[in-house]
């Protein structure tokens, strides 16, 4: 006992634990304090009730924990005898992970989900990876993504397109044509993602319409009242119909239907931009089945406010494929 004291003063003397994705021999993570996978996608955080938790933090959905937050978790400590160790405030372990004996182990936060403890780079503990659960889109308006089709380092930030309810995805391609603006089945846009499918992402989309004019021609008569999944795949094949280029930047400019005061304009997007404008395709007239303007401050209608505030706003903010995909994978209402 004495020299779990003696050891215990030791521990609590050193300095707390900066985020990082590595827990070194000797290291402690306090309450609050975590550490980071190196891509930010997943975390183990010492929670203030002492739980220690391996969350995904796309979702913040708990991959892996302790429990100990129902036996008074206060510190976990990467010991030097190589075992990692839960303690409450008086010194008693409640948890390990019994790999004692192994000198100069660390414990690493990694971008597959696992966490592992590692001697000499061997794994002497985890928890396993995780299997990523990658399922096809299904609904009109949500999004299929995939990685760049070269290996550049930045070939991760992927690239992402429409799907358009059936067999189809609208996307936006560099690949030399005169209109950016393609449209392939689905079964074409897997093919191409040899180098990393992500798979569909569909948010929780609430139920409204809008008012809206569709075609490549916009006269006094071409509004339509149309549903907002429907509507987003109508502004798809517009600006397909209209032709755009490609550009590497990020600004935008939006395609625009011929009226009769004024000729077509071609957009310049990149799928990622091309994207971000076809969700705000109903953005300004939000409406009912029958084509009267709501009101989206009404509490009946919050959803819609949410939603609406959602893809005017913040999601104008994320200007990588990789990113937008998961905020709106991850949309819950």
Request: glycine share 10%; aromatic share 14%; hydrophobic share 40%.
């Amino acid at each position: 006992m004495r020299a779990l004291i003696l050891f215990a003063v030791f521990m609590f003397s050193m300095a707390g634990f900066a985020n990082s994705s590595n827990l070194y021999p000797d290291q402690v993570i306090y309450k609050g304090q975590s550490l980071s996978s190196d891509d930010g996608r997943y975390r183990l955080i010492m929670q203030g009730d002492g739980n220690l938790v391996y969350y995904r933090t796309s979702d913040w959905s708990a991959r892996w924990w302790t429990s100990t937050h129902t036996t008074g978790g206060h510190l976990a400590v990467m010991q030097g005898d190589g075992n990692f160790v839960i303690y409450d405030v008086n010194w008693r372990a409640l948890w390990q992970t019994s790999t004692n004996g192994r000198l100069g182990a660390f414990i690493a936060a990694q971008s597959d989900g696992n966490l592992v403890v590692y001697q000499n780079g061997q794994a002497v503990w985890n928890i396993g990876a995780e299997t990523p659960q990658i399922q096809d889109p299904k609904y009109q308006g949500d999004v299929v993504g995939r990685n760049m089709e070269n290996n550049m380092p930045y070939s991760a930030l992927g690239h992402i397109g429409l799907f358009d309810g059936a067999v189809g995805v609208y996307e936006v391609l560099n690949d030399g044509k005169p209109n950016a603006v393609a449209f392939n089945t689905l079964d074409n846009f897997k093919q191409r993602s040899y180098n990393g499918y992500w798979g569909g992402a569909s948010p929780k989309i609430p139920d409204f319409y809008g008012i809206g004019c569709f075609n490549d021609y916009c006269g006094t008569s071409g509004n339509q009242t149309v549903h907002i999944r429907r509507a987003m795949v109508l502004r798809a094949f517009q600006i397909l119909a209209i032709g755009a280029k490609y550009t590497y930047f990020t600004p935008s400019t939006s395609a625009m239907p011929r009226t009769q005061n004024s000729s077509a304009k071609q957009g310049l997007y990149r799928c990622d931009t091309y994207l971000l404008e076809i969700y705000k395709a109903l953005y300004l007239n939000p409406s009912n089945a029958n084509g009267y303007v709501i009101n989206v401050l009404a509490p009946e209608h919050a959803a819609i406010e949410r939603w609406l505030a959602f893809t005017g706003g913040y999601l104008q903010l994320l200007m990588t494929p990789r990113v937008i995909f998961e905020k709106l994978k991850n949309y819950a209402g």
